[in-house]
């Protein structure tokens, strides 16, 4: 498919329906009858990662969508690939995709062990070589994007950056969403919906109700209508064929301007500056967490980016969005962003407030 042609409105991220112990989905046949029904209904971009399941989302869009090229596939790169040859990765992703060629790639996260320079070649080469069609890049900030294209010059086609945006993380508005309207790229906004522990918290939100209402909408299709407003593509995922259909039916119907304003101020985010030693991390981060500074920079659960690269990272190109922290009676725990909160202490100690949000 030419991209030049064809808009992009929304997508379809595969990370659930490659979930291995999903309640959904009880096998693979039922994995890509789904997909079908999923471009049936008229989605035709879909986003993955070889890193979802180790290559099972790729492998399911490679056999749902073998021979069609109507279908465009974004996926990524993961970080600690791309120390090895970034080339095997790609070659591996094109095998399990059933393509000849990947629409795009892209890196799924900065990884700063590795000299940009080198990965710039190394897709230079993929793209010369006709395996790769377009780059993206995913969790990035302004700065670090604005490094990229000039350390890049042009040589490659960035058509995408994918970072979190939704209700109660919007930190791409302050510079990332602007930056890249400036230089024609599509900003791709993942969980649209919020992350999983904010999920039902959106759909009950009672605004969200309200404007739904006004205009005979899904509190789903305001949400997504919210963000293109602002200039985002959103990549959703479900597993529900009726949630798929209110979904895509998202542009349909037009909130009028001033609703939108009037969502913009009611979530407006409160981001605080907090220091480290006020925060406890008592959540479980599925049993994965760091409690002291050793731990984190020795990484034993060997979390990529570590949190010593994120800790250059931060000091490079900023922190990628806030920390998001619950009140407790004797300071904070956190329950978002732990390689974050690690890499800042790396990078600044435990004295140097950093930016959160307290749910
Ligand atoms: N680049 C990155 O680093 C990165 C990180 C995270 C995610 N992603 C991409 O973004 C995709 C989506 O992100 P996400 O899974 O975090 O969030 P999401 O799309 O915001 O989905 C969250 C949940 O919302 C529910 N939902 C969807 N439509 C709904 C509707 N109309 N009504 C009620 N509930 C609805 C879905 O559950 P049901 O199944 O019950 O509908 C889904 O599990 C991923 O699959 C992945 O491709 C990329």
Redesign the pocket.
Known sequence: MNLKKKKIKFGF????IGEKKSR?FCSEKSRIYFLNKVYEEGVFFF???ED?HKGFSEYLLGKAFKKNDEVVIAT?ISPINYKKNILQSINESLRRLNRDRIDII?L??PNYNVDDLKIIESLYEAFSMKKIKYVGL??VTKKYLDRFLKLSMGKLKIKII???Y?LFERSVEEKLLNFCKKKKINFLA???????KQ?NKI?SSVHIKEISEVFRL???QVILQWLSYNGAIP??????LS??K??IMFDSRIISTDFFEKINKEFEVKVVKVLPIEIQIVESFSGKFYTNIEQAKKNIYNFSPSPMEVAMEIKENDILKPIKLKKTRSGYSLYEGQLRYWGWVLAYGNNSPIEAIIE
């Open positions: 991220g595969t990370y659930g959904n986003d993955t990662a979802y990524k892209q799924h996260w995913c969790n994918q970072n979190e939704n993942y969980s649209p919906f919020g992350s999983s999920v759909f899904k509190p789903s990549i959703f995922q479900t597993s529900n949630n798929l209110e979904n």
